[in-house]
């Protein structure tokens, strides 16, 4: 029972490269998110779906896009990095938001931009 | 503008001493309350969900309650194993869940 993986756990990234931050559930869930966690501040959401074909933008979309072919799969794009960008992402699923069901989260990767 | 203030930022306890960790919201349209822990390098794991004026939930050591205006987590003679960071979010409407920064907790042996 996998719940939710990503990949990498760790980067470093030169300012200007471009990386896919990958995020795969497998409990066939609709919604999906990412954050970004910064130290002593909470999660913010950066994009999220509930399902696939649809994305929408959190509270800090700036520098990212996201795509969702599909239920499982929900892949975060870092165009061209920054070191403002230097974080851990998280990212989550959960079965309905509407229904107020909790969120599953990834174990996170740690993002140096350098 | 929907927030969530956690306190203290941080606390230490001694084994068997009972605190409680405190959230405090403003948000528009209330539909519920999430307490999370978080183990150092792991993702948050869920703990409870609370979703009305006056309820509560418990497990194992953990109390969760909720006002109008905050929540607070109950720890009832904690154990070192209980030490983690412990976040709360409020979901409001549009459903996107807003974070407080949490409350690291450290219970000494």
């Known amino acids: 029972n996998a719940g939710v993986t990503q990949t990498p756990k760790f980067r470093i990234l030169k300012i200007g490269q471009s990386m896919t931050l990958q995020c795969a559930q497998d409990m066939n869930h609709n919604y999906m998110y990412w954050y970004r966690q910064d130290p002593g501040m909470g999660l913010k959401l950066i994009y999220y779906s509930v399902g696939a074909g649809i994305t929408d933008k959190g509270e800090v979309p700036n520098g990212y896009n996201v795509s969702r072919s599909t239920t499982e799969d929900f892949p975060l794009r870092l165009e061209l990095a920054a070191p403002s960008q230097t974080s851990v992402y998280f990212c989550?699923?959960?079965?309905?938001?509407?229904?107020?069901?909790?969120?599953?989260f990834g174990q996170g990767t740690r993002l140096t931009v350098v | 503008e929907d927030q969530v203030t956690q306190s203290p930022e941080a606390l230490r306890l001694q084994e068997g001493e009972s605190s409680s960790l405190n959230c405090s919201y403003t948000?528009?349209?209330?539909?519920?309350l999430f307490w999370y822990r978080q183990d150092p390098g792991k993702g948050p794991e869920f703990l409870f969900t609370l979703y009305s004026a006056g309820e509560e939930k418990e497990k194992e050591r953990l109390k969760a309650t909720l006002t109008k205006k905050e929540s607070f987590l109950h720890i009832t003679a904690p154990k070192p194993e209980d030490s983690a960071t412990y976040l709360c979010a409020v979901q409001a409407e549009g459903n996107k869940l807003v974070f407080g920064a949490g409350t690291i907790l450290r219970v000494k042996s």
């Open positions: 989550a699923s959960s079965y309905d938001q509407e229904l107020n069901t909790e969120a599953f």
């Open positions: 948000v528009s349209g209330l539909r519920g």
